[in-house]
């Protein structure tokens, strides 16, 4: 039996919608992106996390081993806005002014700004219905959307030894490709 000049057993339309199904199924399987950041230590455990399912986002907050995300002092927020397309800074001036809805008395700095990256911090003290916060963050552009990386503390002003170690820590971050089932990357102390 000689191959040459033999067609397919599929017809050309059937071939190509086969190869479209598979190239698809290859597209859907690829993981969206997440935020690797430095290690924390085993001190902090999830205390909240939600996918919000395709194209909405998710939400990740950890919380010290002993506290539950009702009753925290500190927390570390992961945040993916999927499919968001403004620039850091329009998602930034966003968010303040959703907290300044709810806190006219919200203090807000913007520490660095770039195309890809908008590091600010807030407070509030003395919000009605709301305990005293500080909070230092980070908005970063990935291909997928925005994301937010933030620790928060209860209290009207984080000490300057905390802050500093979490600027750092927020300034190292960067967006890598997630595993679909393990959207958020905190590394394990120890690991690298």
């Known amino acids: 039996m000689s191959l040459k000049g033999s067609r397919s057993a599929w017809p050309r339309p059937v071939a190509t919608y086969l190869a479209l199904v598979c190239l698809l199924a290859v597209a859907c399987s690829t993981p ?73 008395t919200l203090t807000w700095i913007v520490l660095e700004n770039t195309p890809d990256s908008f590091l600010y911090e807030w407070r509030t003290a003395g919000c009605p219905g709301q305990d005293d916060q500080h909070e230092v963050a980070r908005l970063l552009r990935g291909n997928d959307g925005m994301h937010r990386v933030a620790y928060t503390v209860r209290c009207p002003r984080m000490d300057e030894t905390r802050r500093a170690l979490w600027l750092d820590r927020l300034s190292a971050a960067y967006v890598i490709k997630g595993d679909v089932m393990r959207r958020v990357v905190v590394e394990e102390a120890g690991a690298e």
């Open 32 to 104: 969206l992106e997440t935020v690797r950041l430095a290690p924390v230590g085993p001190e902090w455990v999830v205390g909240f996390e939600r996918d919000f399912g395709s194209g909405q986002g998710t939400l990740v907050e950890y919380v010290q081993v002993d506290e539950d995300i009702e009753h925290w002092t500190q927390r570390i927020t992961i945040q993916f806005l999927e499919g968001v397309r403004t620039t850091p800074e329009q998602t930034g001036a966003a968010l303040r002014g959703q907290l300044l809805a709810n806190c006219p």
